[in-house]
T-cell receptor, first 112, second 116 residues
């Protein structure tokens, strides 16, 4: 079974600085998708960024970018110029075999 | 409009009650999902509907009964629940491309269920 590991239960960063959230996964599949979802306190979970495994180029969305290392099965999220609104639980997720599997999450705090 | 709505927002029920959770989307998505999320844990997949047909049931107890009356609506019928079923129940939808679930899933705000 596929597993997703987020080794940092909590992270904090100063506003305007850069932070990187780690994620590793285990799979024997060659074709899969990876996601970072954000869940603010008491608010809806929303997609931050999506990466297709067959693409070598790292996905970026404005201040959010990933470092996808397929051989190492690593998928980290970098948030640049952190803003107060970035405070949330971040879940790394792996899609394979018709199922989305989430990591345990990293709670990100932004210090003003 | 990228909204998935869920009702009610909060639900308290006894172990002998029957209740239903509702989910609605108007994005034209044809795949809909139910997840269960316990406090400080990630969501866990319960059911997947694709084109109104149940395609995945993650061995969920029969006290949870999903229903997809049409392409916009998804219900979760609850009966004889246990206190350990208390959780946030999330609905999501996506376009069922070639790889079901690989497209972005749009989540609703959830229903917070408490079973007494």
């Amino acid at each position: 079974a596929q597993t997703v590991t987020q080794s940092q239960p909590e992270m904090s960063v100063q506003e305007a600085e850069t932070v990187t959230l780690s994620c590793t996964y285990d799979t024997s599949e060659s074709d899969y998708y990876l996601f970072w979802y954000k869940q603010p306190p008491s608010r809806q979970m929303i997609l931050v960024i999506r990466q297709e495994a067959y693409k070598q180029q790292n996905a970026t969305e404005n201040r959010f970018s990933v470092n996808f290392q397929k051989a190492a099965k690593s998928f980290s999220l970098k948030i640049s110029d952190s803003q107060l609104g970035d405070a949330a639980m971040y879940f790394c997720a792996y899609w394979g075999a018709q199922k989305l599997v989430f990591g345990q999450g990293t709670r990100l705090t932004i210090n003003p | 409009d990228t909204e998935v709505t869920q009702t009610p927002k909060h639900l308290v029920m006894g172990m002998t009650n029957k209740k239903s959770l509702k989910c609605e989307q108007h994005m034209g998505h044809r795949a809909m999902y139910w997840y269960k999320q316990k406090a400080k844990k990630p969501p866990e997949l319960m059911f997947v509907y694709s084109y109104e047909k149940l395609s995945i049931n993650e061995s969920v107890p029969s006290r949870f009964s999903p229903e997809c009356p049409n392409s916009s609506l998804l219900n979760l019928h609850l009966h004889a629940l246990q206190p350990e079923d208390s959780a946030l129940y999330l609905c999501a939808s996506s376009q069922p491309g070639l790889l079901l679930g690989a497209d972005t899933q749009y989540f609703g705000p959830g229903t917070r269920l408490t079973v007494l």
